[in-house]
């Protein structure tokens, strides 16, 4: 779903807007002087929006219609609430006018609207026709008003913007995405002077209102495991909130939710580290026999990275210990009677891919391509030692190994 402004050709929308005002010249009257919106829903307009802005900071809403077989799906709350967050802004208050009827009242109550006063006999001066709502005819127009957040509160904007920067880059998600999702989430609630500044471990962002009010804040964020699913998740609700669906406070709890989504089973990383050993391992020219037991070792491998992440151990220790891991197990496969012979550099080939910060050196890469080179560097570094940890615990059991068989190795 998408919501855009109509600058042109606002009469194409008539019949729709005769929807809610029975009466076109009555149309005619605010909708050059007013704002139109449509609501857009795979190719089609399902609802229309008209805003007439008014003196001293206020607004009217003069007409909101959905289409009959759209109605009850929510689109129309949708719209008023884009409507009320792009107006907050620049106005104080919103008015609503509607005949005295329970339905209609009763849903804008539920949008936040209060009662403000009574036209008597509007409609049945103004309208050539009466208009009945079940049975009823319609004779004073009855005024609601809602307070509207008039100055924009950017530290609460920027925060939410901030949060959401820190689960994608903790999460893998590149430096450009983090930027961009910031600066929508800044502009969809209208901060429009941002300034961003991203490394691979920490978030500057300084943003301003346009009018007074200026906030500037630091987040560090320390190096992780990737959550892909997550970084999925955070894309969609920054989408909804540049389309006008989420309001701020909804957006923190949804934020906080998805940060707290859990990874997958823990028997499913295990056959994932397993398949994924023994897969690339056969690629990467292993047999199939060693590719099995590179399948072994990938699963044992895990089961230790996650014992490891249970107890915060360091990130250094979890690769060193799991290159030790890995040979010892290779090295114990060649010792067994299997049918066929087995070589001991295929099955650490395969192993060794659970610990591969693959998707890391990707974004090192795509961010040095994209010319941010310091963060590009920092993940490449790490990446970089990552290698060097892996290295280290397969030489470290290979030379124990070849000091205590004498220097012989199989």
Not at 86 to 110: H, L, P, W
Not at 213 to 232: D, F, M, N, R
Request: glycine share 8%; charged share 20%; with cysteine.
């Amino acid at each position: 779903m998408k919501i855009r402004q109509i600058t042109r050709n606002k009469d194409e929308y008539m019949n729709l807007l005769l929807m809610a005002d029975p009466q076109e010249d009555m149309i005619e009257r605010y909708l050059d002087k007013s704002d139109l919106y449509v609501l857009v829903n795979g190719g089609d307009v399902c609802t229309v929006c008209v805003v007439e802005p008014l003196k001293n900071r206020k607004c009217e809403l003069k007409n909101i219609a959905t289409r009959t077989e759209d109605r009850g799906k929510g689109y129309a709350k949708y719209m008023l609430r884009y409507i009320c967050e792009r107006y907050s802004a620049a106005c104080d208050v919103m008015y609503v006018g509607t005949g005295n009827y329970k339905e209609i009242i009763g849903f804008y109550e539920q949008c936040g609207f209060i009662h403000s006063h009574i036209v008597a006999n509007f409609f049945s001066e103004n309208y050539r026709e009466p208009i009945y709502e079940d049975g009823v005819r319609l004779t004073d127009m009855i005024y609601l008003k809602k307070q509207l957040d008039s100055s924009v509160d950017v530290k609460k904007v920027v925060d939410l913007a901030l949060e959401a920067g820190r689960i994608l880059l903790k999460n893998g998600a590149e430096i450009f995405r983090v930027d961009e999702t910031i600066t929508r989430i800044c502009n969809s609630f209208h901060v429009e002077y941002v300034d961003t500044f991203i490394l691979s471990h920490a978030i500057f962002v300084s943003a301003e209102n346009g009018v007074e009010e200026a906030y500037t804040k630091v987040k560090q964020i320390p190096l992780s495991a990737s959550h892909l699913g997550i970084v999925a998740e955070v894309n969609e609700l920054s989408r909804e909130i540049a389309g006008g669906f989420v309001s701020i406070e909804e957006a923190k709890e949804r934020l906080r939710r998805i940060d707290q989504m859990p990874a997958k089973r823990s028997y499913f990383q295990v056959l994932a580290a397993g398949m994924g050993s023994g897969s690339f391992g056969y690629l990467l020219g292993a047999t199939a026999l060693e590719s099995v037991i590179a399948f072994g070792i990938g699963c044992i491998l895990y089961m230790w990275v996650l014992t490891a992440k249970k107890y915060n151990i360091s990130k250094m220790l979890v690769n060193i210990i799991g290159g030790v891991i890995i040979t010892v197990l290779a090295l114990a496969a060649l010792h067994l009677p299997f049918a066929a012979p087995v070589k001991i550099d295929g099955m650490i080939i395969g192993g060794i891919m659970p610990l591969v910060p693959g998707l890391a050196f990707v974004n090192a890469i795509r961010d040095i391509a994209d010319s941010d080179f310091l963060s590009g560097t920092v993940r490449m570094i790490d990446a970089l030692l990552v290698f060097v940890y892996i290295a280290v615990g397969v030489g470290f059991a290979l030379s124990v190994y070849n000091n205590m068989g004498g220097g012989l190795m199989l």
